[in-house]
């Protein structure tokens, strides 16, 4: 039987994020233009970004339990969890009325975020390596 | 150093959120209300009062030498009352229509009305109270006008009944002493409504004169979050030549103006406006003003004149340049929603010149501020002093529960006060015992 290579959490992490990513662009559509539907896009992409990024923490729940993770990767999980907390942050800004939603402070975070989920995104989108049956892990 | 600033950005904004002083209500009272500095919110300050109803033998309050007692109960959302000449008093029985959900915050603030009682279903009718024998309860009460479209103003001149649905006014040929009008309305003129409708409110009044009717159209938002072309033709009190329909903008830049009246002694229309929101608990004062004709009171731009807002975008100095101030604040996030002067009213001295003005209360404050009914002395057509408490006890004694909210406020033709209470669904009615009365209602 051939061993799993595959972890549950990877790519919810990786699908969040990119809605994340997304809300910058969004963001800076709305700064260059003040069309209220970037402003609204941007606050759905933030909120659906953090729905997936709860689902991807429960899913790396299950890796664990599954025993399918082997080792963490601290710095990727550091920068995973800032950026999930700056993204609620950046939820209660986008929900202000009109221009303050978003200049300066929403797309402050929104950039913020942005950059750290690319070196995420750079490193492998894995909080984990993944554990091989033989006993062995796999990066 | 990324993290570092992310840290520092976190602190900064957790302290913008902490809870701050509160001014005094008095201190925004008048021509020239104490305005602190904007405050951006990560979560505006609120307190949202859980709706309890009225318990049995439960009443507001109101000063001594004045009675209050429920003049009718078991309303469908009651927003507006109106006396007819021969005494009879039409209930506007109405809600909103749906809110649109365009953003996550949407959501939330339906959970909220609901938890204050103010989502329930209006009834989209208008009832017919009559006291035949004057006893201060009425004997009849009939569905006097049916399946409209989330009404509130409404206006008697000559033998038209004009009523205010969300979307348009119409005419009603009324026959005095009828007590149903079944005909069909025709209607005058369109009004704007949707999309959104935020502020669907549509108050009315007429000229003294009767040639003229005169219409208050909110805002589509709290401060152009919907986007500016949503706005066009709101945030404006309206003029209708009632012989043609025809109209225009009378005066604009008023964010919701949920009441109109002219004053008696000197035919000058004047109007009750709600302010903006989530920029402070002591900011945007709501106020009573006289609506001068193509004057520019700031909206979605400016308030209290040039004190720019920088959330509506882009920005227009030039029209901040043009904003006038309103005559006369009520203290911030009172809500005013009724507005009648009380020059025909007989609840004695105190209350000879001036204005009785429902407010409804918001949740945008914490403590609440408004949920009474309040009376502004006037002098020579002008406000002459503080306003004064008139009928209270809408809120619980712990300021967290509310019993009652007023709406719309009308004389009677006995001279008393009746209050529309959408939250005890209630037409309350303070009356000063002793005082010569008019006589019942004749047919």
């Given at each position: 039987m051939t061993p799993s290579t595959r972890l549950f959490h990877a790519p919810l992490v990786a699908s969040g994020a990119t809605l994340l990513i997304a809300a910058l662009v969004t963001d800076v559509l709305y700064w260059r233009t003040a069309l209220t539907q970037w402003e609204n896009f941007s606050i759905w992409l933030i909120t659906g970004g953090l729905l997936l990024a709860a689902v991807a923490a429960l899913a790396l729940l299950l890796d664990l339990a599954l025993r399918r993770a082997g080792r963490m990767h601290w710095l990727d999980f550091a920068l995973l969890t800032v950026a999930a907390l700056l993204s609620v942050l950046n939820a209660f800004i986008h929900s202000r009325d009109g221009y303050t939603a978003v200049v300066p402070q929403g797309l402050a975070l929104s950039a913020i975020v942005a950059v750290l989920l690319l070196a995420a995104g750079w490193r492998g989108w894995s909080l984990c390596a993944v554990r091989l049956r033989s006993g062995g892990t796999q990066a | 150093m990324t993290r570092n600033a992310c840290l520092a950005l976190l602190g900064l904004l957790a302290l913008s959120a902490c809870s701050e002083v509160v001014a005094p209500p008095d201190t925004q009272y008048g021509s020239n209300p104490v305005l602190p500095a904007p405050t951006q919110y990560l979560i505006p300050p609120m307190r949202v009062p859980l709706m309890t109803g009225w318990g049995a033998g439960e009443a507001p309050t109101v000063p001594a030498g004045l009675r209050i007692q429920a003049f009718a109960t078991g309303f469908m959302h009651p927003r507006t009352v109106y006396t007819l000449p021969n005494g009879d008093v039409l209930v506007v029985e109405s809600n909103g229509p749906k809110a649109p959900i365009y953003r996550p915050k949407d959501y939330i603030a339906g959970l909220v009305k609901g938890r204050a009682g103010a989502g329930a279903p209006g009834g989209n009718r208008i009832m017919l109270l009559r006291d035949v024998d004057g006893d201060g309860k009425p004997d009849l009460r009939t569905t006097f006008l049916d399946h409209l479209n989330s009404p509130y103003g409404v206006v008697l001149v000559g033998d038209q009944l004009y009523v205010a649905n969300t979307d348009a006014i119409l005419s009603f040929r009324y026959i005095p002493g009828e007590t149903r009008i079944t005909e069909p309305g025709v209607v005058l003129t369109d009004l704007p409504a949707a999309p959104i409708n935020h502020h669907w409110t549509k108050s009315l009044t007429a000229s003294p004169d009767g040639s003229r009717l005169y219409v208050g159209v909110g805002s589509n938002s709290n401060v152009t979050e919907n986007g500016i072309?949503?706005?066009?033709?709101?945030a404006a009190v309206w003029e209708v030549?009632?012989?043609?329909g025809f109209k225009r903008i009378?005066?604009?830049?008023?964010?919701?103006?949920?009441g109109l009246a002219f004053?008696?002694?000197?035919g000058k229309l004047w109007a009750i406006v709600n302010e903006r929101d989530e920029i402070g608990p002591d900011l945007v004062p709501d106020y009573l003003t006289s609506v001068r004709e193509g004057a520019f009171y700031g909206w979605p731009y400016s308030y209290f004149g040039n004190h720019v807002d920088v959330r509506a975008q882009p920005q227009r100095p030039d029209l901040v340049a043009q904003a006038i101030a309103p005559d006369y604040a009520l203290s911030s996030h009172v809500a005013p929603l009724g507005l009648v002067f009380s020059q025909a009213a007989r609840l004695g001295e105190n209350y000879r010149d001036g204005v009785f003005i429902g407010e409804h209360g918001s949740w945008d404050r914490n403590p609440l501020n408004g949920y009474k009914v309040v009376y502004v002395p006037f002098r020579d057509g002008r406000p002459s002093g503080p306003p004064q408490n008139v009928v209270t006890g809408f809120l619980g004694p712990d300021g967290k529960t509310v019993r009652g909210r007023p709406v719309g406020v009308a004389l009677d033709h006995t001279g008393a006060l009746l209050i529309a209470d959408d939250v005890g669904n209630t037409v309350w009615r303070a009356s000063m015992p002793g005082a010569a009365t008019a006589g019942p209602a004749t047919q």
């Open positions: - | 072309a949503v706005e066009q033709d709101r030549d009632r012989a043609t009378l005066a604009s830049g008023l964010r919701n103006p949920t004053e008696p002694t000197t």
